[in-house]
């Protein structure tokens, strides 16, 4: 069974550092792309960052320069390194892998940035 369990949210205050990570288990996880979204109250899931299996990234425009997605697949984990959060950045963050039909969700992270 796949699952996908993201840990390292908070507060942060704006400015600060802040690194999210994602464990995936139930399988091998190095041949697909896996992302990063985020659902503010009141707004759609955005994507944040995606990264494929050959580590080729993308980012929102929102956060390029200031967020950076990598993989280990050693240790079926993807995290999102986030430099400079803004208060907009506020969100639940949630980790996402697509296999085949299916769609996983990790239970999200909560990250709050202060002004």
């Known amino acids: 069974q796949v699952q996908l369990v993201e840990s390292g949210g908070g507060l942060v205050q704006a400015g600060g550092s802040l690194r999210l990570s994602c464990v995936a288990s139930?399988?091998?996880?190095?041949?697909?792309?896996m992302g990063w979204y985020r659902q503010a109250p009141g707004k759609q899931r955005e994507l944040v960052a995606a990264?494929?299996?050959?580590?080729?990234?993308n980012y929102a425009d929102s956060v390029k320069g200031r967020f950076t997605i990598s993989r280990d697949n050693a240790k079926n984990t993807v995290y999102l390194q986030m430099n400079s959060p803004k208060p907009e950045d506020t969100a639940v963050y949630y980790c996402?892998?697509?296999?085949?039909?299916?769609?996983?969700w990790g239970q999200g992270t909560q990250v709050t940035v202060s002004s």
């Open positions: 996402n892998v697509v296999l085949g039909p299916l769609n996983y």
């Open positions: 139930g399988r091998t996880f190095s041949n697909y792309a």
């Open positions: 990264i494929t299996s050959g580590g080729s990234t």
